[in-house]
Every structure is written in C-alpha cells, then in structure tokens.
Nanobody
Framework: VQLQASGGGLVQAGGSLRLSCVAS????????MGWFRQAPGKEREFVAG???????SYTDSMKGRFTISKDSAKNTGYLQIDSLKPEDTAVYYCAARYLVPVTTATSYNYWGQGTLVTVSS
C-alpha cells in the first residue's frame, strides 16, 4: 500500500491550495481517508476525513476553509484549503483506514509521506 501526497508549496496569505493523495494497493471505495497536519513544534492534528461512502467530517476549527473530497475512480483524495493563513503552515499528511475516518492518528493503518504547505504573510 502506498499513499502519495502532493500539492503543497509556498503561498501568500489569502491564497488557496489543493492537496492530492493518490492511493495504491487499497481502494477508497472501502477505505476512509483522513488529512492531518503537523506544524513545527506541535503535535499532529486531524484536519478532515472522508468515509468510504463520501461522508465528510472536520475538526471544528477547520470548517469553512477546508474541503475534503475524493475521486474513487482515480483512487485519489483531495484537500482544498482556501483563505490560507500563516498559521496553516505545516506538513500535511494523508492517511487511510478501513471504512470511516476518525480523529486519532494512531487508528490509521497507512500514511503518505507528507507535503509541506508554507503560508507567507
């Protein structure tokens, strides 16, 4: 199983990014995908998750600017981030577990390598 995250980069505050995570060796038709982020010196935190049915969940503070989605035909998950803020600077990770997403990182079986998002003020 491999998860390949991409789409990070340097962006000015107020801009947008769409992160992608291509899965191989499993299918998003029966796996959930979660997105986490880890800022320097901070713990990894749950951002959003999407279940095998397409149901979505977000950390309360992420609602509104973050949108998770998937394309099961491409076996790819996405995280759209709008109105980026400097405090969004972090490494963003995608992860997969069976059926439904949860907020606990240790509950995920598979992880991508992370993609760095840097937001300048």
């Amino acid at each position: 199983v491999q998860l390949q995250a991409s789409g990070g980069g340097l962006v000015q505050a107020g801009g947008s990014l769409r992160l992608s995570c291509v899965a191989s060796g499993l299918t998003l038709r029966n796996y959930a995908m979660g997105w986490f982020r880890q800022a320097p010196g901070k713990e990894r935190e749950f951002v959003a998750g999407i279940s095998w049915t397409g149901a979505t969940s977000y950390t309360d503070s992420m609602k509104g600017r973050f949108t998770i989605s998937k394309d099961s035909a491409k076996n790819t998950g996405y995280l759209q981030i709008d109105s980026l803020k400097p405090e969004d600077t972090a490494v963003y990770y995608c992860a997969a577990r069976y059926l439904v997403p949860v907020t606990t990182a240790t509950s995920y079986n598979y992880w991508g390598q992370g993609t760095l998002v840097t937001v300048s003020s």
